[in-house]
């Protein structure tokens, strides 16, 4: 098809930074808001956001102040340490309690990885807790089993007397979001070979770590929902989820996820250090490496096709997200996972290459996203809908 417009390059550009973020999503975005080092952020499209802007909003963290405390369980307030405000507790939804019991009676038995259920989706078609427990996850789920026994204790005297599940406000712990994180995404391989799960080292830092990048954001100029949502949302298993509210630059106030996410990061990158840029329209190609190897910046090209080299003194961060829009999806097309294959080309390890994450939102001719959030959808197979 012809160019609707014609573009000219322009002359080569050539510069360098301490740092170059490749990619201007959540991860590149918060990667670069770091201080200490001058920074460029190279952005293939005309705005950053990536898919993170298209995501649902949810970013979920344990907020103790919001769930069942053990030391004062009938307390229907706590305190957000981050702001000083008190806020209600949350309540259960319906069939919390039965989950909670499912895990009370999680065998800890090494787990089982005979390959032996084609077709299972479920927790419960896999039988995933009489399957047992991965080594590394026993600790966990142990200590899981005592809060859990401690809050039910609680939670059936409560019944007894004439409540009702959702009078009780919510157990929630990270032992629990770290635990469901592990059965949520254990699984068989693609090719059904082999069972896959998540690292446990990244999921602790994802857990115990999340809550500390909301205060980080905060401090910034983010400003969330700390009190009155305790939500889940289809794809999350729990109650743990606070909407962002927007962000405030230089006193104005965006009330949008871009002015959470985005403005406020971007506006700490470009004042950190008046070098500090942000190249948009600009897509990275290829790596550049030194004779021994190492990473030491990237050749980039700008929309017009102006050859861009940029020097990274001390590292280049690839954060272009994932390569979801090579299939149908709801994932917006620029995430084609040009930094894995960059990467690649100059000999990085990959991992989790045979993991793909997916969610009942899309139709499976198109790929595109189902209205609503899930819940008002009716989803049939084209595959066959004899039953
Ligand atoms: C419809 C939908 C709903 C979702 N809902 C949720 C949710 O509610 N909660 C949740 O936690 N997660 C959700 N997710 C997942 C979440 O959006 C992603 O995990 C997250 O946004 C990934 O962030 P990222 O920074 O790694 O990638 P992105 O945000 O995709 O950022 C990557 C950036 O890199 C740029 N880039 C790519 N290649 C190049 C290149 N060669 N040169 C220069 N730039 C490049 C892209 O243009 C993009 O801006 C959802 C995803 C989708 C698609």
């Known amino acids: 098809m012809p160019s609707p417009y014609e573009v000219t390059p322009g002359e080569a550009v050539d510069k360098t930074f301490d740092v170059v973020v490749v990619g201007a999503g959540g991860a590149g975005v918060a990667a670069a808001a770091q201080d200490g080092a001058t920074v460029c952020i190279v952005e293939k499209e005309a705005d950053a956001g990536g898919n993170t802007l298209v995501a649902g909003c949810a970013f979920q963290n344990v907020a103790d102040y919001q769930v069942w405390d053990p030391a004062n369980p009938d307390a229907t307030t706590g305190v957000c340490e981050y702001n000083g405000e008190t806020y209600d507790k949350a309540t259960n939804d319906m069939g919390r309690l039965d989950t909670l019991r499912t895990i009370l009676n999680w065998s800890e038995e090494p787990f089982d990885e005979t390959v032996d259920t084609d077709g299972a989706l479920t927790v419960e078609e896999y039988d995933l807790p009489n399957r047992g427990v991965h080594a590394e996850y026993l600790e966990t789920l142990q200590t899981l089993k005592s809060q859990i026994r401690e809050y039910l204790d609680w939670a059936d005297a409560k019944i007894a007397a004439g409540a009702a599940e959702t009078d009780l406000t919510v157990f929630s712990t990270p032992e629990l979001h770290i635990f469901q994180t592990y059965y949520g995404g254990l699984r068989l391989s693609n090719d059904h070979s082999y069972w896959i799960y998540s690292d446990i080292d990244l999921v602790r830092q994802f857990v115990e770590q999340i809550g500390d990048a909301k205060a980080w954001m905060a401090d910034q100029g983010s400003i969330f929902d700390w009190g009155t949502t305790c939500n889940t949302l ?20 965006d009330d949008s996820k871009y002015g959470c996410y985005f403005a406020v990061p971007i506006n700490t990158v470009l004042k950190a250090n008046e070098a500090n840029e942000v190249m948009y329209r600009t897509t990275a190609k290829s790596l550049i490496i030194d004779d021994t190897g190492r990473v030491t910046g990237v050749n980039c090209e700008l929309y017009d096709g102006t050859p ?52 009942p939102l899309g139709w499976a001719d198109d790929g595109k996203l189902a209205g609503g959030m899930g819940e008002n959808v009716i989803f049939v197979s084209p595959a066959g809908t004899e039953n």
């Not at 289809?234 to 106030?253: A, K, L, S, Y």
């Not at 994932?331 to 930094?339: D, F, I, P, V």
């Open 234 to 253: 289809i794809g999350c298993m729990w109650q743990r989820i606070n909407t962002f509210v927007g962000g405030t630059v230089d006193g104005v106030e």
């Open 308 to 359: 861009i080299t940029l020097h990274a003194n001390k590292a280049v961060i690839l954060a272009t997200g994932g390569y979801g829009a090579n299939i149908l999806t709801t994932n917006r097309s620029l995430a084609q996972g040009e930094g894995i294959t960059m990467a690649q080309d100059v000999g990085a390890a990959v991992t989790g290459m045979g993991f793909t994450p997916l969610m």
